[in-house]
């Protein structure tokens, strides 16, 4: 009977997102007491039923403004599908000073609502709490704290064309999505930080234990180990800001980990740890050459319960990388620097790495620790399987103008040919090609492999070419490399045969 309830609760859980929770109170109490150390100064935490809705959201933002006129902005960066615009905040003091560039943002997925609430309560507390003075003094910080605000307002993971917005960052069909990259590459960061919340009670954990199993981890952090991703700034990413933030919970016993999910694989319930895609914020940006990371705070599906506890865990990992951005300011616009410098060869596609270990959770029915041997798919472990020269530039053809306008809205610095020109290069041509009979993200995915064709091809006034020297090339061959599981082939918006030639050239040096 136990073990029933334990799976109608869950059940309950993932197909509606309401102010019920399926956490028992002798697993709230054990492990996750709520935090004494936020203020009710945000809107949700102001009245003891739901979460911020767009008016207050607002109210709270102008009130701000008028009691802060010289440290903060308010601007619009566009608007949801269902019309509301999106706000964005700015808080930079002009005083002259060397500044770092960070960009955080909360409310990706709208039944995350603690990540919003984060946002809200870190720009409350960098400018009414005297500690955070001279902080701010050496910050340019950029926040969107409802990033989706449709999906926000019913409580919806998608946005409400039913796009996931972190499945969206290279393909751009939302309007959220073009608006929010497009104020992402204006505003052209150091930093980047993406607050989301995950889900503790998963159907799979109803099958492992006895009586299943909930994630114990009040954060897990994800920071991409894609292999086009310099390896300087990588390390950088976890050795020192997730390093630093995780001492921060540590003061406060919360526990953290790199990000992990379960996955089926023929069957067998599999852990992936860390990500490599470059759909999802953490890997998009930072092959932008930025330091990226995603922070998933344990909460989907729980309603309010332990609310301040996550808020608290999200607000000292907030005020963590902000320290360490500001202290560190130097080191890291060098080490960007260095990034820009490299011209590593691209990595197309990738294996993670497959291992046994043991991982840790809560047993339901226990209320305590536990480990169980799993398979663990590791992305920081992943191994090239295919691997391409480094152009010097990729071309492509100027009839071609929704692959141009969104490597523009990437940021991606686009030349157009003044003159007919002839160029040594490589072509694709389509050897081996399929395509899903479903729809994943509202596209029918195609899978091709090619063979690269040399040759010297005339090239018309207006054709665009597109630089590997530039801080954001990283991203181009995730988008143009047709093989790349996230590029505009993989997706079908450049529609292929077996057969054809791309659209798509390789400048060769």
């Known amino acids: 009977m136990k073990n029933l309830i334990i799976l109608i609760c869950i059940a309950l859980s993932i197909k509606t997102y309401a102010q019920f929770s399926p956490q028992t109170k002798t697993i709230t109490k054990t492990f996750f007491s709520d935090s004494d150390e936020v203020l009710n100064t945000t809107p949700a935490l102001q009245k003891k039923r739901g979460f911020t809705n767009y008016k207050e959201l607002i109210a709270f933002l102008n009130s701000t403004k008028a009691n802060h006129p010289n440290k903060i902005r308010i601007s619009f960066i566009g608007k949801s599908q269902k019309g509301k615009d999106i706000p964005m905040v700015n808080i930079n003091i002009p005083n002259g000073k060397d500044k770092i560039k960070v960009w955080m943002q909360g409310g990706l997925h709208g039944n995350e609502p603690a990540s919003t609430e984060t946002m809200l309560y870190l720009i409350d507390r960098l400018l009414n709490d005297k500690a955070y003075e001279r902080l701010i003094e050496y910050l340019d910080l950029a926040i969107v704290p409802m990033a989706n605000i449709d999906g926000f307002l019913k409580n919806n993971r998608n946005s409400s064309n039913g796009l996931d917005l972190n ?89 953290h980990h790199p990000y992990i999910s379960t996955t089926k694989v023929e069957g067998e319930i599999h852990i992936n740890q860390g990500s490599i895609s470059s759909r999802s914020f953490a890997t998009n940006t930072a092959l932008t050459n930025t330091i990226s990371s995603l922070i998933e705070i344990r909460g989907v599906g729980i309603g309010k319960t332990s609310f301040k506890r996550r808020m608290h865990s999200g607000f000292l990992i907030a005020i963590s990388y902000l320290k360490t951005a500001t202290e560190n300011m130097v080191l890291i616009k060098d080490e960007i620097e260095k990034a820009n410098d ?51 530039a990729y071309i492509i053809n100027a009839n071609q103008t929704d692959v141009i306008n969104k490597l523009k809205i990437l940021g991606v610095k686009v030349e157009l040919l003044e003159n007919d020109s002839v160029y040594n290069v490589e072509s694709y041509v389509i050897d081996n090609y399929s395509v899903k009979p479903f729809k994943y993200e509202k596209m029918k995915l195609q899978t091709v492999s090619t063979n690269l064709k040399k040759g010297e091809l005339n090239f018309p006034k207006g054709t665009a070419v597109v630089y590997m020297n530039q801080r954001r090339a990283n991203i181009v061959p995730e988008i143009l490399e047709p093989e790349a599981p996230n590029s505009l082939v993989s997706f079908g918006i450049i529609k292929t045969n077996k057969g054809e030639t791309l659209p798509i050239y390789r400048l060769i040096n």
């Open 167 to 255: 499945r969206d960052h290279t393909k751009l069909m939302a309007p959220e999505s073009v608006a929010l990259k497009q104020a992402y590459s204006d505003f052209n960061p150091d930093v980047a930080v993406d607050f989301h919340e995950y889900r503790p009670y998963r159907r799979d954990f109803t099958k492992m234990s006895d009586f299943g199993v909930t994630n114990m981890y009040d954060v897990m952090f994800l920071c991409s180990s894609n292999l086009n991703i310099p390896k300087n700034l990588r390390d950088l990413t976890r050795t020192l800001f997730i390093e630093n933030a995780g001492r921060s919970l540590d003061m406060f016993n919360y526990k």
């Open 342 to 392: 490299a011209q590593n060869n691209i990595v197309v596609e990738y294996e993670r790495g497959v291992y046994q270990d043991d991982v840790s959770f809560i047993d339901l029915e226990r209320n305590e620790y536990i480990t169980i041997d799993l398979t663990i798919r590791d992305a920081e472990k992943a191994t090239p399987t295919l691997t391409r020269k480094r152009p010097k």
